[in-house]
């Protein structure tokens, strides 16, 4: 019935032991006898256990495949050798990291079935084609330059009945389909919410109900987010009550009129701060109902951020989260935000996410646990980074490696004081963009400052909730999951997070923003640092203008202004004689 012998599991908990003092140790903590290593403790001997009269939190269930023997011993790749996988949000950010990995460490994997839609004038074809050529698989296409045949595009819009997936498609699909990886999901903090309950919660129903059909799946991996319940301060890995029945909630939305819903959204999603939290938490509850009949886990990431080693460090191609916050701040434009310099920085690297994603992939269709484990996949519990040591990083590199064509010089400045920030929006934006819309209208061209930075100001209010304040995650399903890896797998599916170097990742960070969100080429630098001193010189002659301006202004008004301006023009006409007559007379 179970994979593992009573020797194998003394093994695993002595790994998981080893690796749990380990990071005991490295983290500064002590964790020896505390509650939370006897539950994992307790997990881990359950997982071992033989005893086929107990429950051990691990299932068979009917209609699925019962290899399980043979993978418990397999490694990753060996598991997803000969498998077919869906994908939906392929075409996404973390959707082609998942690709990308799964096609260069597991290169036995059968058949990746991606759901696509056309946009933007692009036919599903034309855009997958068009995602190969990304430099991102630029690593997989050395190892075998003819890895699209493995890619099958499937035609697919998730807001429409069904997905939208033809008869014959949907047919071929539950034929064939192994694991399923569920990461498509608007991820704007201002769609309407008929939108983000659309897409967030029901389409990931229907598409439970299609993996539900899957004959041979194994494995039904949802991506949630760690702020699905961010009105909690200490989030564990469980699923919590959902805010309302989505069951009741889809029902009465839908015969309401769109502006009748947008005036009733805020008290519908209470204490959190965007449709996108309330719909992801919704979602978790739907995923949930499935367990009993589905094997299924869920990752609840962090803050994705770029790449911290692979396919090489710094991959990143958007401006979600602190992505656009680091570019706008490197291109001088953001001098001042809103956040909590003390507040833990939970970013976690997207090629992390991505790891324990084909980990939790493997894991929970080899030991099927009976219900589905969340896996909270975050850094802040064990290798803290904090908003203002990440300002000051990121300050540092763009002055080293500045962008083009910055605006001002790179120097913003976080502050959680609401005041001083509004102090520093009206010197510091407000002005200059009203001084260079001015230089615009002048010049005879159409002023846009102001309207990038409000769009910027939009921008930044819907994050500030997040880089304001500080959660507690509990990881002990992460941790546990590295515990039952090989040696081998450990590194080929990395995401032991305490091994990052938070300076250097944010290094990498900020050039792979330079590099492959903006497309500027590295050999450019000297240009732009040419530049910034173009633009320190700028400044220099307009303070002493402005300096020069306001003093004569003061001493046309003012007896006293005059009066210290007369001394301090003798004080300096005495010093210069003094020095001329000591020169004379020395020569
Ligand atoms: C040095 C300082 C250090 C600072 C430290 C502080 C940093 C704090 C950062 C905190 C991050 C917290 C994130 C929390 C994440 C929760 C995690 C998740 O689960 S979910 C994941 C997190 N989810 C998210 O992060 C989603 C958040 N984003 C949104 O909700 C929307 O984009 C929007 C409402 C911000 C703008 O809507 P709208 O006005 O309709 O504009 P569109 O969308 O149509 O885009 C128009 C164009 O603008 C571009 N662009 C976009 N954003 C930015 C930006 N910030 N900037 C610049 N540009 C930006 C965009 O690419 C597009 O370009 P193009 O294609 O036209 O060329
Ligand atoms: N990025 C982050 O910081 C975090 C993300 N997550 C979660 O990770 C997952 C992936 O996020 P990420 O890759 O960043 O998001 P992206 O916005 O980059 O990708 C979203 C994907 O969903 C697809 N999609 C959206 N709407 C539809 C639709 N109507 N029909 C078909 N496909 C659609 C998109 O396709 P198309 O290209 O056609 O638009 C795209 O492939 C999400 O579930 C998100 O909640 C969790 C925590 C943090």
New binding site residues.
Partial sequence: MFAFTHKQADASLCRYAARFSAFGRSSGKTLAGSDSVRRIALRSVCIGSQDPTHDHGFSERPGRQSDRQTDGMASIADFYAGKNVLITGATGFMGKVLVEKLLRSCPGVNTLYILVRPKAGQSMQERVKDMMKCKLFDRVREDDPDFHRKIVPISSELMQPGLAISPEDVERLTACINVVFHCAAT?????PLKHALQLNVIATQQLLSLAQRMEKLEAFIHVS???ANCNRRHIDEVIYPPPVEPKKLIDSLEWMDDSIVRDITPRLIGDRPNT??YT?ALAEFVVQQESSKLNIGIIR????GASWQEPFPGWID????????????GKGI?RT?R?NNDAV?DLIPVDVVINLTLAVGWYTAVHRPKSALVYNCTTGGINPFH?GE??HH??STFKRNPLEQAFRRPN?N?TSNYLINQYWILVSHKFPALIYDLFLRLSGQKPQMMRIFN??H???G??EY??SQDWEWNSENMNMLMGQLSPEDRKTFNFDVRQLNWPEYIENYCIGTKKYVLNEDMSDIPAARQHLKKLRNIRYTFNTVLLVFIWRVFIARSQMARNIWYFVVSLCFKFLSYFRASSTLTA
Avoid: C, H, Q
Avoid at 301 to 304: G, L
Avoid at 318 to 329: C, E
């Fill in positions: 991820i704007r903090f201002d769609e987010t760690a702020y996108y939290t992801k990431p962090s803050i994705v958007n401006f979600n989260g602190p992505s656009g916050v680091f570019i706008a701040a953001l935000m956040a920085a908003w990440i300002e990121v300050m913003a976080i769009r910027l939009k921008a930044i819907l994050l997040f880089s």
